[in-house]
């Protein structure tokens, strides 16, 4: 299998790893680019490594950068991203295993956040894994949630969850998220969504500082 790599913050306050925040860039982007976002938490997560992994293939579409799954503008692009988060899932389920074996921070500990395609393996991810793996939040920046298999079953992870969207997103449609926060009302334990106001496919400030109030949240700060 195909194993991710990508750049990694340590802890700003110098000790190991008690917690982990795994970063998944966008289609056409990669770690470096995405790892850009740790310093708006770090200060949240003093003893949290930050990673953000390159998806595992070359960008076909745009001939630089990444995906964690090919895309298309031809119809039927709801099926293509289901069938793409499916296909993707098992090397970032295996990447988070190597993490949690490696540092010894383990699933509670670890909040998986994406944008774009990367926030929808991280919604479909973090809401596919067992109950036992349930994470400490997952964060979906202008993405969409591709429910998994068997979503709703008990057996499966329900961790607290962060949608953010613009609402002049013409790439990604903000309903998309719209349309998670009513699918996963009833679902997890705790839900937060915020629509940036004026913002394209990208984060804004007030999403930014929206996503640290749901991080003090999760940790109880």
């Not at 293509?80 to 921070?105: C, I, K, M, N």
């Not at 057996?155 to 719209?178: F, I, K, N, Q, T």
Request: hydrophobic letters at 40%.
């Amino acid at each position: 299998m195909i194993k991710l790599s990508g750049p990694m913050l340590a802890p700003i306050n110098g000790g190991a790893p008690d917690s982990a925040v795994v970063l998944l860039h966008g289609y056409g982007s990669d770690g470096n680019d995405f790892i850009a976002m740790a310093p708006h938490f770090q200060h949240l997560l003093p003893g949290a490594l930050f990673v953000s992994p390159h998806a595992p293939h070359p960008a076909q579409m745009t001939g630089f950068g990444h995906q964690w799954f090919p895309i298309s503008l031809e119809e039927g692009r709801l099926a293509q991203r289901q069938f793409g988060v499916a296909s993707a899932r098992p090397v970032l389920v295996d990447f988070l295993h190597d993490l949690w074996e490696q540092t010894g921070v383990p699933p509670n500990r670890t909040i998986l956040a994406g944008f774009s395609q990367g926030a929808m393996m991280a919604l479909h991810v973090g809401l596919s894994l067992p109950k036992e793996e349930t994470l400490m939040g997952v964060i979906g920046i202008s993405g969409a949630f591709l429910p998994p298999d068997n979503f709703g079953d008990p057996s499966l992870a329900r961790p607290p969850v962060c949608l953010v969207h613009g609402d002049r997103d013409d790439v990604v449609s903000p309903e998309h998220s719209a349309n998670a926060n009513s699918l996963l009302t009833k679902s997890v334990p705790v839900l937060r969504y915020h629509v940036s106001r004026g913002t394209g496919h990208g984060v804004s400030p007030d999403g930014i500082a929206f996503i640290a109030k749901f991080i003090e949240v999760i940790t109880n700060k």
